[in-house]
């Protein structure tokens, strides 16, 4: 049981390039989550999904989007990187509140990434 | 929305007790929760709680008075590995699980 795995764990772009952050998790959980994490201070929620196909809006989702065509993947794509995306980048998934009143999230090991 | 506080920075002894608070100011109330961060990690979990009262757990302890919007973590018989940030996080209700996050406070325990 791999948890919550995220790829890659380093990267480095430059100013206007792009990638995508794949995000992976085996635990059949329906909610997943993209947050970023500045130093000092605490997560914030950038997208997040509560199933298959379906994405919405968090505090800080200008600049990023999300596709969640699997239930055990989520991706974070930056279309055009601009260095106040230099972060790092976590993802989290959780039960949903039907199975659990608690809905611990549980986190992957995250994304260094750096924009020049 | 949500406003999360927590202090910045402790420190404290090997051994020793410590309390963390946390206070919020909410548009609506589903619980509480309490995570652990060690440097260059993910976080993990520690604690919930949605009724008033303190939850124990081991070395860990919550409370959570929801008529004062405070909560507290209480982690006793302090170990050089507890040095970690610890972020509180509200959950409202009808959020599809999302939480916010306070900033976190960094422990630190000294020998």
């Known amino acids: 049981n791999a948890g919550v795995t995220q790829t890659p764990k380093f990267r480095v772009l430059k100013t206007g390039q792009s990638m995508t952050l794949l995000c992976a998790q085996d635990?059949?959980?329906?909610?997943m989550y993209w947050y970023r994490q500045d130093p000092g201070m605490g997560l914030r929620l950038i997208h997040y999904s509560v199933g298959e196909g379906t994405t919405a809006k968090g505090e800080v989702p200008d600049g990023y989007n999300v596709s969640r065509l699997k239930k055990q993947n989520f991706l974070l794509g930056l279309e055009s990187a601009a260095p106040s995306q230099t972060s790092v980048y976590f993802c989290?998934?959780?039960?949903?509140?039907?199975?659990?009143?608690?809905?611990?999230?549980?986190f992957g090991p995250g994304t260094r990434l750096t924009v020049l | 929305g949500q406003n999360i506080d927590q202090p910045t920075e402790m420190t404290a002894t090997e051994g020793a007790i410590v309390q963390i608070n946390c206070t919020y100011q909410?548009?609506?109330?589903?619980?509480l929760f309490w995570y652990q961060q060690h440097a260059g990690e993910a976080p993990t979990f520690l604690s919930y709680n949605v009724l008033d009262g303190l939850e124990e757990k081991g070395r860990f302890s919550s409370f959570l008075s929801r008529s004062k919007g405070y909560s507290y973590l209480l982690l006793k018989e302090l170990q050089m590995k507890d040095s970690a940030s610890y972020l509180c996080a509200v959950r409202p209700p009808g959020q599809a699980g999302k939480s916010t996050f306070g900033d976190g406070t960094t422990l630190t325990v000294k020998p």
């Open positions: 989290a998934s959780s039960r949903g509140l039907v199975d659990t009143p608690h809905n611990e999230q549980f």
């Open positions: 635990m059949n959980h329906e909610y």
């Open positions: 909410t548009s609506g109330f589903n619980g």
